[in-house]
């Protein structure tokens, strides 16, 4: 089993739709999760970051986590073609010889249509 | 500017070569990363450092030797280059175990 398991896509979603991302990790002793986005030939860029249960959102981005399911999810709402890009989860169980590493998974590629 | 970077941005050789991938970050982070991509776009951590002190050294062949001679700086060198080697490495800087920010890559092709 992969540690951190996406969608690879590609998911295609009409400009204006909400697009869902979701994410499963295998640690349960992961204390924190990132949402980095990739464009091609690009580095990843942070856009959102999340800790604690619930939901956390920032503009039309929303984190959702939920640390019983093992799940982490990311939707992005009014979706714009400038969205379409990769989008890395990531994960992390800061502390002891784990300290900073982050374990992505394979990333889901986000195509938004006009 | 603020942020991290990285030379060369592009970066051709023979097999067998020795190269070195510089980094640089001046966002007084105190924590420094290399990430491998792959072809398949897999990103996966190879070292960390933390105050120049290695705290993180994942399953890499030794002819990869990182070295940071201050907080700001992380540098990577691989001897005997092989054709596996050939992917985009990226240098990352956070402080402590936070937020990493990435550095614009390293396209490393070996011929």
């Known amino acids: 089993q992969k540690e951190v398991e996406q969608n690879s896509g590609p998911l295609s979603v009409p400009e204006g739709a909400i697009a869902s991302l979701n994410c499963t990790y295998s640690?349960?002793?992961?204390?924190?999760f990132f949402w980095y986005r990739q464009y091609s030939g690009k580095s990843p860029e942070l856009i959102m970051f999340?800790?604690?249960?619930g939901d956390k959102e920032d503009g039309r981005f929303t984190a959702q986590l939920n640390k019983a399911s093992q799940y982490v999810s990311l939707l992005i709402r009014d979706s714009q073609p400038s969205d379409s890009a990769t989008y890395l989860c990531?994960?992390?169980?800061?502390?002891?010889?784990?300290?900073?590493?982050?374990?992505f998974g394979q990333g889901t590629i986000l195509t938004v249509h006009p | 500017d603020t942020a991290v970077s990285q030379t060369p941005k592009y970066l051709v050789t023979q097999m067998g070569n020795d190269k070195s991938i510089k980094c640089e970050q001046n966002l007084g982070h105190d924590t420094m990363y290399w990430y491998k991509q792959d072809s398949k776009k897999f990103l996966k951590i190879m070292f960390s450092?933390?105050?120049?002190?290695?705290?993180i050294n994942e399953t890499v062949p030794n002819r990869f030797s990182p070295k940071s001679p201050d907080k700001a700086h992380l540098n990577l060198h691989i001897n005997s280059l092989e054709l596996g080697d050939s992917a985009v490495y990226f240098c990352a800087s956070s402080r402590s175990g936070g937020e990493q920010f990435f550095g614009p890559g390293t396209r490393l092709t070996v011929l």
């Open positions: 450092y933390n105050n120049k002190e290695l705290i």
């Open positions: 640690d349960r002793g992961s204390q924190s």
């Open positions: 999340i800790y604690s249960n």
């Open positions: 990531a994960v992390t169980n800061a502390g002891g010889t784990s300290y900073g590493k982050l374990t």
